[in-house]
């Protein structure tokens, strides 16, 4: 039989558990998201996510062993995410994992976050083969690289300052979106109208596969200051008053607020598209791979498959539900890496900061 790998993800907001096998592919999974908790904070408050993690690994690993009618003893390794991420709530996920395996006598797999998402293109049909350029951009990160096999990274180039996932999210807070503000931000998008306001695009053309977003919220809240305050019911203010931000993004109109946020996702896509294409271009590859939550959005699948489609290239990206964070892909990354990684020894530590490149085969 080949072996059974059950992954636990609990790197954010999301608590993820998995069950993998080597040839029957993935037997069960499932997820709790805490973006109803966090909702009321506007963003991740990490105490709160470490302590909701503590309550649902095990019944959701139940739930799973369930569905998947696999027992404890059938069970020959468990992989967890290591880093990079929230310290409390990695150390939930890693100290449950290493218990588990302890009890259990199995091997116990720290996975980087990062090398879950980029491989997990491959759990769909068809699924990219090696060597690959991965484009991922998730809350946190927003990176190419390229892919020679599992372990193989090399980085070519990434976000100097803030992820593309995190332009989105702080640019639905500025028009009174809430959190994870990506989804929220490209709903309201596509009510609005293309091309009618052009927010920056920073780095463009910087000659190099880097980044920069985090002028993106500035060029748009001076966007948002200069729409016409005008519902509901407008209270005049006093002479010389300035309408404070958070007045004032209730008080422009449903369509100036779709318009903007239709800016902002064509000129995160535009980016994010060129510099894909010119990663493939200097890589001479043809297969490009889009991983991580913002790899969820529409508008930029369709924009990377006719770019890249025209160029003789392919795009390959996980199902839907695998987009964004999911015990899944740690499951499958930890199944791949059990061979060369499984440990016994049952000491671990996390690493809330961890760059992808410094992993080893
Ligand atoms: O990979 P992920 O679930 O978590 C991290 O590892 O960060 O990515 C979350 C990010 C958030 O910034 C969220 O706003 C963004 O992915 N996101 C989206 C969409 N769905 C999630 N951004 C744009 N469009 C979407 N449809
Ligand atoms: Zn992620």
């Not at 608590?15 to 109803?36: D, E, F």
Request: net charge neutral; proline share 6%; aromatic share 6%.
């Amino acid at each position: 039989m080949p072996p059974i790998t059950l992954g636990i993800e609990s790197s954010c907001d999301e608590t993820g558990i998995a069950l993998y096998q080597m040839g029957r592919g993935l037997l069960a999974h499932a997820l709790h998201t805490q973006v109803a908790m966090h909702n009321e904070y506007g963003g991740v408050v990490p105490e709160l996510a470490s302590r909701d993690h503590i309550r649902r690994i095990i019944p959701l690993l139940r739930q799973i062993m369930h569905e998947a009618d696999v027992s404890l003893d059938q069970i020959n390794a468990v992989a967890y995410t290591q880093g990079p991420g929230l310290g409390g709530a990695l150390l939930v996920g890693a100290s449950v994992a290493n218990a588990l395996a302890y009890a259990l006598g199995i091997s116990a797999i720290g996975i980087h976050h990062l090398e879950g998402h980029l491989l997990s293109p491959l759990l769909s049909d068809p699924a990219p083969k090696f060597p690959f350029v991965a484009l991922l951009v998730s809350g946190g990160h927003t990176q190419l690289m390229r892919v020679d096999g599992v372990g193989q990274y090399t980085l070519l180039g990434e976000t100097v300052d803030d992820a593309a996932g995190e332009a989105f999210d702080k640019s639905a807070k500025l028009l009174g979106l809430g959190y994870p503000g990506g989804p929220a931000l490209a709903m309201l998008a596509a009510l609005g109208r293309p091309g009618l306001y052009k927010l920056p695009r920073p780095m463009l053309h910087s000659g190099d596969l880097n980044f920069s977003f985090s002028g993106l919220k500035t060029a748009v809240l001076t966007l948002v200051r200069q729409q016409p305050c005008c519902f509901p019911h407008p209270t005049p203010l006093p002479e010389g008053e300035v309408a404070n931000e958070s007045l004032r993004k209730f008080q422009i109109t449903e369509q100036a607020r779709a318009d903007i946020a239709c800016a902002v996702q064509e000129a995160i896509i535009d980016v994010l598209a060129h510099k894909a294409r010119a990663a493939l271009a200097q890589s001479g590859l043809s297969q490009l791979v889009v991983a991580g939550g913002v790899g969820a959005n529409r508008q930029l699948r369709d924009r990377l498959d006719s770019d890249i489609g025209k160029r003789g290239g392919k795009v390959f990206y996980p199902d839907l539900e695998f987009c964004t964070d999911n015990g899944a892909m740690i499951a499958f990354a930890g199944a791949l890496r059990l061979a060369q990684q499984g440990s016994k020894d049952y000491r671990f530590n996390v690493k809330p900061r961890w760059g992808l490149a410094e992993i080893s085969p």
